[in-house]
């Protein structure tokens, strides 16, 4: 099931297509991050492929010099019964993929958790702000690092 999503993504746009992996029968795609429009819009408006749900948004801090995140969607198709995974590698400065709320509008408050959490940018994101910090604060939480031990007395601390 997964390899006739991979085989139709691949007729349909073979340059977005960086590597694939599969694990406990769910796919992920590693796509390159100047494709991911061309990749979303193929998986949910080719009828074989029928991505029509963003179930999740969110991103992993690898914390290396090069393609330092990943940006990595979960999708799901209604019609077929399947779930798909991208895995899109963005480098660290600055960080930034393209919004797919134009795709998905549910992809809107992901992709804003995302950017608060982590500080990658969505372009095109109808109204990119925090959710959960201020818009003055800083630092993005979830990054690799930012201080265990909570921030230093010098930086200054969110106003509620």
């Given at each position: ?28 795609i590693i796509i390159h991050a100047p494709a ?125």
């Open positions: 099931m997964t390899q006739a999503v991979l085989d139709r993504l691949t007729e349909l746009c073979p340059a977005a297509i960086a590597g694939t992996s599969e694990f406990r029968g769910e796919l992920t991911l429009l061309t990749a979303c819009r193929a998986l949910q408006s080719d009828p074989a492929l029928a991505m029509d749900m963003v179930i999740d948004i969110t991103a992993v801090d690898r914390y290396r010099a090069e393609q330092r995140f990943d940006v990595v969607y979960h999708l799901y198709s209604l019609k077929h019964k399947r779930y798909v995974r991208l895995r899109v590698p963005v480098d660290a400065d600055p960080p930034a993929v393209d919004s797919v709320t134009g795709l998905w509008p549910a992809a809107n408050w992901h992709e804003r958790e995302t950017f608060d959490m982590f500080g990658i940018t969505f372009t095109g994101h109808p109204d990119l702000r925090r959710m959960y910090m201020p818009e003055e604060f800083e630092h993005h939480p979830l990054r690799k690092d930012f201080p265990t031990m909570g921030i230093p007395d010098s930086l200054p601390l969110p106003r509620r």
